[in-house]
């Protein structure tokens, strides 16, 4: 095993140089110590590589089922767009049906998937809280879908056209799919907490208990 003079000199000034033999065992310590650092930060890059390389392989799975899937409202399991409790029923038959039918790169299976993601997104991390957003959201999609046709309308919107395109249902989904992202991770007034459209909705849901019917009693008074 060899070694620098610069782990000579640098033994020496830890050890003085009244004892070589312990100088030497010193250099050769710190000389396997840096093999073993050397090793570890192989293997971390060579770890970090491989995590990159499946996130890219994961990445790259989910656009494929995204895109072919013909069962496409099954890829999104925990929606509250899509789920019993969402009033919109045209707007998750249309989606049950002919979203799976259209061609695999239309833009209105892209839009939906950004939408549908940013959904369960938003889930995640914010639970319950986002319920109440979500159920709106839904409700503003089924109004614009309308009465429409998909399959002869939307799935006809490339990329490059949705911004100008006549297709109400397809410029509904781009501004909320807009609206969700800047809620999600451009957020000043979150302070870090929930979204405060998200809080909005549910404050609206919760206050409209009078429209539905219940009393409101003031315990002071009894």
């Avoid at 979150?190 to 998200?198: C, E, I």
Wanted: aromatic residues 6%.
């Amino acid at each position: 095993m060899g070694f620098t003079k610069e782990d000579a000199e640098a033994s020496v000034k830890e050890l003085g140089d009244n004892d070589p033999d312990a100088c030497m065992v010193w250099i050769i310590s710190k000389i396997e110590e840096r093999q073993f650092n050397d090793d570890i930060n192989r293997a971390s890059i060579q770890s970090e590589q491989s995590k990159r390389d499946e996130e890219k392989r994961v990445k790259k799975q989910e656009k494929e089922t995204l895109t072919h899937a013909k069962a496409f409202v099954k890829l999104f399991p925990t929606s509250y767009i899509l789920s019993p409790e969402s009033s919109a029923s045209r707007l998750k038959r249309t989606l049950d049906s002919a979203t799976g039918h259209v061609d695999a790169e239309t833009y209105l299976r892209e839009i939906l998937a950004k939408l549908l993601k940013l959904e369960g997104q938003a889930i995640k991390w914010y639970k319950v809280a986002a319920k109440s957003y979500m159920l709106e959201l839904a409700t503003r999609l089924e109004t614009s879908l309308g009465t429409h046709d998909v399959l002869t309308c939307c799935a006809r919107v490339s990329a490059g056209t949705a911004s100008s395109t006549s297709c109400a249902f397809v410029q509904t989904l781009v501004q909320e799919q807009k609206a969700l992202s800047k809620a999600l991770f451009e957020m000043p007034s979150n302070q870090g907490g929930v979204p405060v459209v998200f809080l909005e909705c549910d404050e609206a849901m919760q206050f409209s208990l009078d429209d539905d019917g219940f009393e409101v009693v003031d315990l002071a008074d009894k």
